[in-house]
């Protein structure tokens, strides 16, 4: 069993930054793969970054490479999701979830934290 809380959302004006965090518990969180996702009204859950727990290899989505950054603290079982440049359309609830394995698609993703509203002003 894994519990995940994100926190760090809020309201930013666009080119701002955020840090969001998810904390993790769970005797076996070292063998899962955490994801971020985000879900605007409307739009379909999609994928953000993910990082490896056990070997700290990390992806992020090719459109948010350079602005998004994920990374993780093992002493506070805890992911980070940076996000810099920030723009309207980042507007959206940020998830973060746990995969066993690598986590390669949503369905892959057994345990979900509750979500983070981020809004980005013009």
């Known amino acids: 069993q894994v519990q995940l809380v994100e926190s760090g959302g809020g309201l930013v004006q666009a080119g701002g930054s955020l840090r969001l965090s998810c904390a993790a518990s769970g005797r076996t969180i070292s063998t899962y793969t955490i994801g971020w996702f985000r879900q605007a009204p409307g739009q379909e859950r999609e994928s953000v970054a993910k990082i490896t727990w056990s070997s700290g290899r990390t992806y992020v989505r090719n459109s948010m490479k350079g602005r998004f950054a994920i990374s993780r603290d093992n002493a506070k079982n805890t992911v980070y999701l940076e996000m810099n440049s920030l723009k309207p359309e980042d507007t959206a609830v940020y998830y973060c979830?746990?995969?066993?394995?690598?986590?390669?698609?949503?369905?892959?993703?057994?345990?979900w934290g509750q979500g983070t509203q981020v809004t980005v002003s013009t």
């Open positions: 979830a746990a995969a066993r394995g690598d986590g390669a698609i949503i369905p892959d993703y057994n345990y």
